[in-house]
């Protein structure tokens, strides 16, 4: 089991950058599959990045290809996501999740493929 930690988040200005970070409990981070999804008011949670056990395989959401990028610390037991160019339509709670597999499924973008999820960390960003 893994037990998942977000910080990072906060309140940006459009344009603006955070660093999210999900700290993971547990000797086998290396063994999950990782995954960012989003959540704003009145709407579902949605997939944002996702990372294999290497960091060798990376899926995106179109909406933040080219502004989001998720990597992974393995001895750190960590995972990231770097955000840039914030926009008000980024304003979510940010979740990380663990696939207990090693590599991605087909469905890495859905949140039935996850296992463990964190508190989320609040993003807001200003216009």
């Known amino acids: 089991q893994v037990q998942l930690v977000e910080s990072g988040g906060g309140l940006v200005q459009a344009g603006g950058s955070l660093r999210l970070s999900c700290a993971a409990s547990?000797?086998?981070?290396?063994?999950?599959?990782m995954g960012w999804f989003r959540q704003a008011p009145g709407k579902e949670r949605e997939f944002v990045a996702a990372?294999?056990?290497?960091?060798?395989?990376?899926y995106y959401a179109d909406s933040v290809k080219g502004r989001g990028t998720i990597s992974r610390d393995n001895a750190k037991n960590t995972v990231y996501l770097q955000m840039n160019s914030l926009k008000p339509e980024d304003t979510a709670v940010y979740y990380c999740?663990?696939?207990?597999?090693?590599?991605?499924?087909?469905?890495?973008?859905?949140?039935?493929?996850?296992?463990?999820w964190g508190q989320g960390t609040q993003v807001t960003v200003s216009s």
């Open positions: 999740a663990a696939d207990n597999r090693k590599r991605l499924s087909g469905s890495y973008y859905s949140v039935y493929e996850y296992d463990y």
């Open positions: 547990g000797r086998t981070f290396s063994s999950y599959a």
């Open positions: 990372i294999n056990w290497s960091g060798g395989s990376t």
